[in-house]
């Protein structure tokens, strides 16, 4: 699944044709996604202009002029292509702009478009009760101190809470937590302070970094122009069962299953 990284990546491609220019046609190729697509999306984006683009957590946002939001998800394994040079027959959505032509390609359809208006973004139900975004200045030593006491779920599965920190997924927080030295299955009450100094700046740092990268292109994801992204060659402990530790004094990296998940650890150096 497209992680925070991959739709951040999505955004700024998209952006760099997108961004500003006017939605001359939108055409739908089937009713729905994940679920149907909104009755009034052709009548409300076509002829409208993009003011600009953003994104919430693992959602991207193309912004309209006419006070109305298009907020997509790539599901499993949604993407965007720009001016393809064949249709696919899994371009569901297309949006066509006076120079170029954007798909939304989804072969398995667990991705989502809607449509919000823009002043109600903050209380869409899907956002309303997210955390804050972890490349931003809200996500502090302070936020975490107070949104993980008393928690007895383990540290892995309180950072993929939605309600504690926006967009982290598997592949991240394993990467932060091996970055910070800090054990995946320690329960997130029992994070001490030096640990939260140290696991801020790790979930930024390997955000940001996948980030240029292109992200990870595991399986289905590739870049809006079709690229793939090349952080997945980076991983650290994501993927490397058996393989030794990065560092000079780890150990030998295991697997184990969290919340029906698998994450990767040090068991050496992640206290």
Not at 29 to 51: E, I, Y
Not at 82 to 87: K, L, N, S, T
Not at 219 to 232: I, K, S
Request: aromatic fraction near 6%.
């Amino acid at each position: 699944m497209p992680e925070l990284p991959e739709v951040e990546t999505t955004v700024r491609g998209l952006a760099r044709f997108l961004d500003g220019a006017r939605i001359t046609r939108v055409t739908l190729n089937r009713p729905d996604l994940r679920r149907p697509f909104p009755p009034d999306l052709v009548q409300v984006m076509t002829g409208a202009s993009v003011t600009h683009l953003s994104r919430r957590a693992k959602y991207g946002l193309i912004h309209l002029d006419r006070g109305s939001t298009m907020v997509f998800h790539l599901g499993m394994s949604g993407r965007w292509r720009i001016d393809p040079d064949e249709d696919d027959i899994h371009d569901h959505l297309v949006l066509e702009t006076e120079g170029h032509r954007f798909a939304l390609c989804d072969p398995r359809r667990f991705g989502s478009v809607d449509l919000v208006r823009t002043d109600l973004l903050d209380h869409w139900p899907q956002f309303a009760a997210l955390g804050p975004e972890p490349l931003g200045s809200e996500l502090t030593v302070d936020h975490l101190k107070t949104a993980l006491k008393g928690k007895t779920q383990s540290i892995k599965l309180c950072l993929l809470d939605q309600r504690i920190v926006a967009g982290l997924g598997n592949i991240y927080v394993c990467e932060a937590l091996w970055r910070a030295g800090i054990h995946p299955m320690k329960k997130g009450g029992k994070v001490t302070g030096p640990q939260l100094e140290r696991l801020v700046p790790s979930i930024r740092d390997v955000l940001e970094t996948s980030i240029r990268d292109g992200g990870s292109s595991l399986r289905d994801y590739a870049q809006p122009d079709g690229e793939l992204g090349y952080f997945a060659t980076r991983f650290d402990v994501y993927g490397r069962t058996g393989e030794p530790c990065r560092r000079e004094d780890g150990g030998t990296i295991r697997r184990i299953a969290q919340g029906g998940r698998s994450t990767w650890y040090c068991p050496k150096c992640q206290k």
